[in-house]
């Protein structure tokens, strides 16, 4: 078939541009591929008996579900021996994980949530991968936790995988965010989009409306006016959807636009947030603002929060720059009324 860039091709490309060194090119590699290998094992469904319940928990306190465990593994395992990283780091992992003694190290450090959407797996609805790419600091070997504590906006790479209907990856190395669709017939991941734009305006939001008991002030406002519509101060209709994958909600606003709100609520304050710094909120925002879109707390930009710990939780407001501006406004709105008294 003509004019097919595969993934490997593309990152080739990336080198000689000078915007990749070949270090990366192999890292990249090596989790594309372990994420073909996630793909299988979640086509497999009931039948390769991946589903369900691992019966043990990870540091967070969240109970682990077969796939979660065997998605760690395979990263671990195709990761550990390349040569190309000096540590990793998990979701389902305390502390990261040291490259085996036997093996060679590199210069970067990979974080990843091996299986984002747990909660979606029984029920054969889209998960995926997010991963996070580091450079470790001179000297760090082996890296400790302090060593993977950068702000986002270090990264060198970020990207995830869908498995969903097909399995897409979307990825940035600083030049662009890009989409490569699996072939399953060859088993490369092909060049679908490239240079994606986010339309800076949206009438699509995501946000988990069953918390809004426990919203604060800017949230309740932001989402009232979106669910009045054309009859409130808006003026116009919006639409919502939430599928509980964060990977396949990103993945509808990289596709079309739109605006996803996991923010910090009464339940989760305590905690900093829902949805952990290192290994999810990073990734997506350096993959939403290389398409031209916004990524924030409400109040800072995401990434450049200055992470404190490894499964440190953030609130997230992303997607279509333009309502991530409207939410930050009702954030500011309420903050200047609070210090006015
Ligand atoms: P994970 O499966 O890696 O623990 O992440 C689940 C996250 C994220 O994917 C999603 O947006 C959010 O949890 C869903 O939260 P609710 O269950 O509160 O809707
Ligand atoms: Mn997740
Ligand atoms: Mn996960």
Redesign the pocket.
């Known amino acids: 078939m003509p004019n097919r860039t595969p993934l490997t091709r593309f990152l080739i490309e990336a080198e000689r541009a000078g915007q990749i060194t070949p270090e990366l090119r192999l890292l990249i590699e090596v989790v594309a591929r372990a994420c073909k290998s996630i793909a299988n094992e979640v086509r497999k469904g009931a039948l390769g008996g991946v589903l369900g319940d691992a019966g043990t928990g990870n540091v ?1 306190g ?1 109970a682990q ?1 077969k796939l ?1 465990v065997l998605s760690n593994e395979i990263l671990l395992e195709a990761n550990a021996w390349g040569g190309h990283l000096a540590g990793i780091a998990s ?1 389902e992992l305390d502390e990261p994980h040291a490259i085996p003694d036997a093996y060679p190290k590199g210069n970067f450090l990979l974080l990843f ?8 797996i029984d029920v054969n609805v889209s ?1 995926g991968t ?1 991963f996070s790419v580091l450079r470790c600091p001179d000297g760090a070997s082996p890296p400790t936790t302090r060593d993977f504590l950068q702000p986002g906006r270090t990264q060198v790479a970020a990207g995830y995988t869908v498995y969903g209907p097909s399995t897409v990856l979307v990825l940035t190395v600083g030049f662009g965010t890009h989409c490569f669709t699996l072939d399953r017939d060859t088993g490369s991941f092909i060049l679908t989009r490239r240079d994606i734009r986010i339309p800076a305006d949206t009438a699509e939001y995501a946000i ?1 409306s ?2 809004a008991r426990h919203w604060d002030a800017p949230a309740r406002r932001y989402i009232g006016e979106l669910e009045a519509g054309s009859t409130g101060p808006r003026g116009r209709d919006f639409n919502m959807r ?8 990103v993945h509808r606003i990289i596709s079309r636009g739109g605006i ?1 709100l ?1 923010p910090a609520d009464a339940k989760c304050r305590d905690k900093g947030g ?3 710094l290192m290994y ?1 909120a990073n990734p997506m925002a350096l993959l939403i603002e290389q398409a031209g879109g916004a990524a924030s707390t409400g109040s800072q930009r995401l990434l450049e929060v200055q992470p404190t710990g490894l499964h440190q939780r953030v609130p997230v407001v992303l997607g279509s720059k333009n309502e991530v501006a409207e939410y930050e406004r009702c954030v500011a709105e309420a903050t200047a009324r609070r210090a006015s008294g």
Not at 113 to 120: E, K
Not at 242 to 249: G, Y
């Open positions: 967070q969240e579900k979660d979701e949530d091996p299986l984002d959407g747990s909660s979606n998960v997010i988990n069953s918390n939430w599928v509980a994958s964060m990977v396949a909600d996803f996991y829902r949805l952990r999810e």
